[in-house]
């Protein structure tokens, strides 16, 4: 079935440094997704994104964190800084549609700030 | 205040037994309902959408949704040991954000 990739699939940095997590989405989905889930908890909504634009994101999608999408390549979620709190596994999504569209996973980035 | 509670935490059957999960939400504005499942080290993958009330049935599994009860239930029959795995549900108003409950982890021994 369609796939969805995510690189690395591991990261670890130092507290306060930059990070890039990457989504190769499915070829001709259109929204695209970023979801965050700490260990133990509930996978919780961070942003999506569709023809270029945020067009909904949560309180956990803090002031560090973007997200682009450039000239359909990787959709990839920025985060300068990063603190302690941003340690998690970090899904992307991808769907053809909104609404009753499925919504494609990733296997997640795991990312480990020190 | 969590949108949508899921139990039980944990659930163990046997081979060929029935396993059960059930998820309740607090926002009435949820429209749509999905189960997800999630092997380890992958990403959850879509078993299941309903959007109607009553049941969907697909193969062993069996969807059961009550809109005015704000619950949504998943039944796999015979389950096999492949099925071991974390089930979550998910539910989306009227935006495009899915909100997922706290999962069920699926034991089903040999």
């Known amino acids: 079935g369609p796939k969805v990739l995510q690189i690395p699939s591991h990261q670890i940095i130092d507290m306060g440094q930059m990070v890039t997590l990457n989504c190769d989405p499915v070829?001709?989905?259109?929204?695209f997704y970023w979801y965050k889930q700490i260990l133990g908890q509930q996978m919780e909504f961070l942003v999506n994104f569709y023809n270029g634009k945020v067009m909904e994101k949560s309180k956990l999608f803090k002031d560090q964190f973007s997200v682009e999408r450039p000239d359909g390549s990787y959709f990839t979620l920025k985060i300068q800084p990063t603190a302690l709190e941003d340690s998690a596994v970090y899904f992307c999504a991808s769907s053809l549609g909104g609404g009753r569209a499925e919504q494609f996973f990733g296997p997640g980035t795991r990312l480990t700030v020190l | 205040q969590q949108k949508v509670q899921q139990s039980p935490e944990s659930l163990s059957v046997p081979e060929g037994g029935m396993a059960s999960f059930n998820c309740t939400s607090s926002d009435r504005n949820f429209q749509y309902f999905w189960w997800y499942r999630q092997h380890s080290g992958e990403g959850p993958k879509a078993l299941m959408?309903?959007?109607?009330?009553g049941d969907k049935k697909e193969g062993r599994f069996t969807a059961h949704l009550n809109k005015a009860s704000l619950h949504v239930s998943l039944h796999i029959r015979d389950s096999q040991p492949s099925d071991s795995a974390l089930y979550f549900c998910a539910a989306r108003p009227n935006y495009n954000v899915l909100y997922f409950g706290s999962g069920t982890k699926l034991t089903v021994e040999p």
């Open positions: 070829s001709n989905h259109l929204y």
């Open positions: 959408s309903i959007f109607s009330d």
